[in-house]
């Protein structure tokens, strides 16, 4: 008998005619965000789940998925998934790491420049026909080259970041468990105590990953620290700022502004984050390029796969349940 694979999301064509050709593809029918309910009642007779980040896999879920062997997230972060209980009951889970490395990289450094030099706030006053013409005082931001760019978390993206980072001539700093050699010789890098980053750094980029130590890493206190001219920038995952500390920086000018592409409780948006011209919004799309999206559909299906047929997902995050 084939395997059936239950979807939440389509991905790129390359990654389900992948599945398709091994199994039977069955595409959650929910307009939106399917809940964990939905994902078990459709699920129930599945042994892979192809999954998002928007996707949320509990014990209570896994409890009404007896069949599961397989989880593949199209995604680098695993936070939305329990591992522990995926790891004791035997199902592999699978992840897209290093082939969004440059997209998401990219993308922090897109809000940096958006945020510094306002670019989001032009093209709305264009479109608004509110434009009268030039004016030496008008639009006057900050510059990125030269200033101090804070990397919390310097992990793949976040090392990227500085590399990129290093072609605008900025100094580096950067917040990670353990030194990174290559980052301090090819950067000039600086690791230093995340309290010494906010106060110093005029950009604080984040890439650390969603755990229960990093929940609210960047709260009232941290923000407090924070340089009245400097920009907060996250492309890691919501719930890593405080968003309710963060409207109220913004509010009472803590900070000078900030660049979101993921936020605490997506879709929604916490009250009066949206209000503020200094904050550039975008819909957590920071591995989305088409290449890197057909790269990750590519990958999904290929930890799917094995880990529907018992063997260890080529980017597994519990490989211990295979020895
Ligand atoms: C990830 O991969 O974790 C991103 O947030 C989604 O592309």
Same mark, same amino acid.
């Given at each position: ?31 939106? !965000? ?33 069949? !599961? ?176 500390? !963060? ?56 930890? !799917? ?19």
């Amino acid at each position: 008998m084939k395997p059936i694979f239950f979807v939440t999301k389509p991905i790129p064509d390359i990654g389900m005619n992948m599945l398709r050709a091994k199994g039977d593809v069955r595409i959650s029918q929910t307009s939106g !965000l399917p809940s964990d309910q939905e994902i078990a009642a459709a699920a129930a007779d599945c042994c892979g789940l192809l999954i998002t980040p928007a996707d949320q896999i509990t014990k209570t879920t896994l409890d009404q998925l007896p069949y !599961l062997k397989a989880i593949s997230t199209f995604s680098v972060g695993f936070n939305h998934i329990d591992i522990a209980e995926c790891t004791r009951r035997g199902i592999g889970v699978g992840h897209t790491p290093d082939v969004l490395t440059a997209a998401t990289a990219e993308l922090a450094m897109a809000l940096i420049l958006a945020v510094a030099r306002r670019v989001v706030e032009g093209d709305r006053l264009i479109r608004d026909r509110r434009w009268h013409g030039w004016a030496p005082t008008d639009f006057l931001g900050s510059p990125v080259t030269g200033k101090t760019l804070g990397i919390v978390g310097a992990g793949r993206i976040g090392g990227c970041v500085a590399k990129m980072a290093h072609g605008f001539d900025m100094p580096i700093l950067y917040t990670a468990r353990t030194a990174k050699p290559e980052l301090e010789r090819d950067f000039k890098a600086q690791r230093v105590e995340l309290a010494d980053l906010l106060q110093r750094a005029d950009f604080v980029s984040i890439h650390a990953p969603l755990t229960d130590e990093t929940r609210h890493m960047i709260g009232c206190p941290q923000l407090q620290m924070m340089r009245p001219t400097a920009f907060l920038i996250n492309t890691s995952r919501g719930s890593l700022v405080d968003e309710a500390a !963060l409207v109220t920086a913004l509010k009472d000018g803590i900070i000078a502004g900030c660049g979101l592409d993921v936020y605490e409780r997506e879709p929604q948006l916490t009250p009066g984050l949206a209000d503020f011209p200094n904050v550039v919004l975008l819909p957590h799309v920071g591995s989305a390029t088409l290449e890197t999206r057909g790269e990750m559909a590519v990958m999904a299906a290929e930890n !799917l796969l094995a880990a529907a047929d018992g063997k260890r997902p080529p980017h597994c995050i519990n490989p211990q349940i295979y020895s």
